[in-house]
């Protein structure tokens, strides 16, 4: 199973090397790890030619013009070899054993898709990052959550399922599905946002380990943090219309008949193993807005009150068992 780190770079040349120097600190080492800086005017290419350039495990991709982080990450996938691939934000980095456990979960569940990870939120120095502790490491199985398929959950809730951009990673497959966009839009810095939904849509199997795997930097350059502060309603709003618009494009690609589609949310939502309320309301919302009946069986069907008690069955069993 061949490993590709893809670490986009603008503009962080305070950053860049720390999370490089994460990704080949793995005890399980990448295949590959492919640089794509997005013309940066702050000097990180140089440093990057001058510390990377002659590892054989490291490829730097130097772009003409800026394009924004989409196409920073575009260019290195079509560049890369990866089975599983892997995102890295400039300013992340990843805790030494990331890749050995992602892949021990990629091998012992061969229907996982994609993979995302709880993220170790810190600001200011690296020693603020809280680290799993060596005894969550040894039994991360005990932390993993298989969070089944939202497919129906990202076309009509536009859901987020999964992490910000280094916290995820994903088979080949996908990708190749989703990539290269024709209807980037004002997704030019939100690529993870195209990632998560798209992988949704395309159905990707997906799987939660609840451990601060990857560290997520919060500092003053840090582009979508301050963007999310920042943003006006108007830009808002832009945003939503551009996520309407790839929904739109990756649903006709797929081929969906949404009203269809949207009839079995009570069957996706069993998909979850450990689904929430706020997860049991966003479904039963989706279904109880369906014109028809929800099918149940390819000889006849059962009407919304059944699947209301099947999507209450599932979550009622999950409350249970988490209590023992």
């Known amino acids: 199973m061949k490993t590709t780190c893809l670490i986009n770079n603008f503009n962080y040349k305070d950053y860049v090397c720390e999370a490089i120097d994460s990704a080949l600190a793995q005890t399980h080492p990448f295949d590959e790890i492919i640089i794509v800086d997005d013309t940066s005017t702050d000097g990180s ?3 990057l030619q001058e510390q990377y350039a002659q590892n054989p495990h490291v490829k730097i991709i130097i772009h003409p013009h800026n394009q924004g982080q989409l196409a920073a990450v575009t260019t290195g996938f079509l ?8 995102f890295l934000d400039a300013d992340d980095f990843y805790h030494p054993q990331y890749l050995e456990i992602a892949l021990n979960i990629y091998r012992e569940n061969p229907n996982c898709g994609f993979l995302y990870c709880q993220m170790g939120i810190f600001s200011k120095g690296k020693e603020n990052y809280q680290a799993p502790t060596e005894v ?3 039994q991360y199985q005990n932390y993993l959550n298989d969070r089944g398929y939202s ?12 992490s910000p951009s280094s916290g995820n990673s994903m088979q080949r497959k996908y990708l190749s599905d989703m990539l290269p966009c024709t209807c980037i839009g004002n997704y030019r810095i939100w690529a993870d946002t195209y990632f998560v939904i798209a992988s949704s849509i395309l159905g990707a199997h997906k799987f939660l380990i609840n451990l601060p795997l990857v560290a997520y930097r919060v500092h003053d350059k840090n582009i979508f943090y301050s963007n999310s502060i920042t943003r006006d309603r108007f830009k808002v709003y832009q945003d939503q219309l551009a996520t309407v618009q790839f929904i739109t494009f990756l649903s006709q690609k797929m081929n969906y008949n949404r009203l269809l589609l949207a009839r079995n949310a009570p069957y996706e939502f069993k998909t979850i193993d450990s689904p929430n309320w706020d997860l049991f309301f966003d479904y ?41």
């Open 284 to 324: 039963l919302k989706i279904m109880l807005r369906t014109p028809a009946s929800v099918p149940f069986t390819p000889n006849g069907r059962l009407s919304k009150l059944h699947g209301f008690a099947v999507m209450l069955k599932h979550i009622l069993s999950f409350q249970k068992s988490s209590k023992r």
């Open 151 to 162: 497919i129906i959950l990202a076309m009509e809730m536009q859901r987020f399922v999964g």
């Open 45 to 47: 290419n140089l440093i």
């Open 136 to 138: 969550q490491i040894s």
């Open 79 to 86: 560049q890369s070899t990866g089975d599983i691939i892997f």
